[in-house]
């Protein structure tokens, strides 16, 4: 997991202490925030390893282990709001995706999200297409959001979260795609100037499970509590996430950071650039059911509301 302080951290913070309340202090979780440097993949290898006990990993990186349940999730542009991404994490799919944890010897308990992803970019906002053109941006290891960055003409640079900072402050990498909470707890926002507000690329869940040894060691009534609790930490993510009350926007604004907004036109135009991902990816029957059903919710849920504006000078 990242901080403690980033939307993933405030879920699992809550997760945690609902096992408490409904064990009575009897089962606790041991949180590890930035463990393993913030590396997904290490977290994952060592979750299926039994080095700990369990973890919540970004469900962008299990293709990379050839788990391709959650490969619809990061499908660009599929998920572009919470009240859709609400409505999948709501429904059967997500206990279908949750399946594809057992190949890694890993039991699946909850998929919660850490906000929407937006490209950051250390100059002129990503609005369109062209914007993207070449561009050195860097990616999570993770094959479909390399497709993804590679589909709208960057040049996507895989590197863990911890090289992330530095890589844009020398150069190396002239953008990122991350939600606010990110940007915010890794002071991102020192290292770049501008993020696009409503272009919303993919959501970004993480996957918690535990090592399935581990899980078969305890009692039915310890399990029955690690169920409970995340069953409602999906929920629990997206209420931070839409959290009315939050400073996010204004602090990332007072910090220096401003906004941009693609024009209409330029947000269909990015959707069609990627059409070669959806091709790709849903050769895959699995991945192709899943984008069909996401797609039937996506037209069954209205649009959400229109995003309050900006403060006074955030606006690129």
């Not at 590679?150 to 590197?159: I, M």
């Amino acid at each position: 997991m990242t901080t403690a302080q980033h939307p993933y951290g405030l879920a699992l913070q809550a997760f945690a202490d609902k096992v408490a309340a409904d064990s009575g202090g009897k089962l606790a979780i041991n949180l590890l925030p930035t463990y393993g440097g913030g590396n997904d993949l290490t977290l994952l290898d060592d979750v299926s390893g039994g080095t700990v006990d369990g973890g919540s990993v970004s469900s962008a990186v299990w293709d990379g282990k050839e788990v391709t349940s959650f490969e619809a999730l990061q499908m660009p542009f599929l998920i572009t709001s919470y009240s859709v991404l609400s409505g999948v994490l709501n429904s059967p799919i997500a206990a279908d995706m949750l399946k594809g944890t057992e190949k890694l010897g890993i039991t699946g308990l909850a998929i919660h999200e850490g906000g929407l992803r937006k490209p950051l970019v250390n100059g002129a906002c990503l609005k369109a297409p062209a914007d993207f053109k070449g561009a050195k941006i860097r990616s999570v290891e993770s094959p479909v959001l390399v497709d993804g960055l590679s589909a709208l003409g960057a040049n996507p640079t895989p590197l863990p979260l911890a090289d992330v900072y530095l890589a844009l402050k020398q150069g190396t990498v002239d953008a990122m795609e991350a939600n606010l909470g990110l940007v915010f707890t890794q002071k991102f926002y020192e290292v770049t100037q501008c993020i696009t507000g409503n272009v919303n690329l993919w959501p970004f869940p993480t996957v918690l499970g535990m090592n399935t040894e581990k899980w078969n060691s305890l009692s039915e009534e310890e399990q029955g509590w690690l169920t409970d609790a995340a069953a409602e930490i999906d929920d629990e993510s997206i209420s931070i996430l839409t959290n009315p009350s939050s400073t996010l926007v204004a602090d990332l604004c007072a910090a220096g950071l401003k906004f941009g907004t693609a024009t209409p036109a330029n947000q269909t135009a990015l959707r069609a650039a990627v059409e070669p991902v959806y091709e790709k990816y849903t050769a895959n029957e699995e991945t192709d059911a899943f984008v069909t059903a996401i797609e039937k919710i996506k037209a069954e849920t209205p649009a959400p509301p229109a995003p309050a504006p900006y403060p006074d000078g955030c606006a690129e």
